[in-house]
């Protein structure tokens, strides 16, 4: 079964961190554009990271550039999104995505993260 499976969500302080994984099963993420998004309760889903299949520099959006960081690794079909100076506003629950056009394109199960003292 071809599927994403996140692990790291869960409840931290205002200022702390938390470390995002999402490992591919019965797949590789080499030719895999991959991304990380969220979903706040009732907002709409946004992207707010990702990165190419080659060496070009990952994307991130505005509100997160400078506290998250995306990284890969193709060997343990692992990609990690390490957030750092969290808000309550990044509160949502957090997806991982790869994909290679309309045919190959996997999402994870969602996990949690919230924000609050």
């Known amino acids: 079964q071809l599927q994403l499976v996140e692990s790291g969500g869960g409840l931290v302080q205002p200022g702390g961190s938390l470390r995002l994984s999402c490992e591919a099963s019965?797949?590789?993420?080499?030719?895999?554009?991959i991304g990380w998004f969220r979903q706040a309760p009732g907002k709409a889903r946004e992207g707010i990271s990702c990165l190419s299949r080659g060496d070009g520099s990952p994307y991130y959006l505005g509100s997160v550039k400078g506290r998250f960081t995306i990284s890969r690794d193709n060997a343990k079909s692992t990609v990690t999104l390490q957030m750092n100076s969290l808000k309550p506003e990044d509160t949502a629950v957090y997806y991982c995505?790869?994909?290679?056009?309309?045919?190959?394109?996997?999402w994870g199960q969602g996990t949690q993260v919230t924000v609050s003292s």
């Open positions: 019965g797949f590789t993420l080499d030719n895999y554009v």
């Open positions: 995505r790869a994909r290679i056009g309309e045919a190959y394109d996997y």
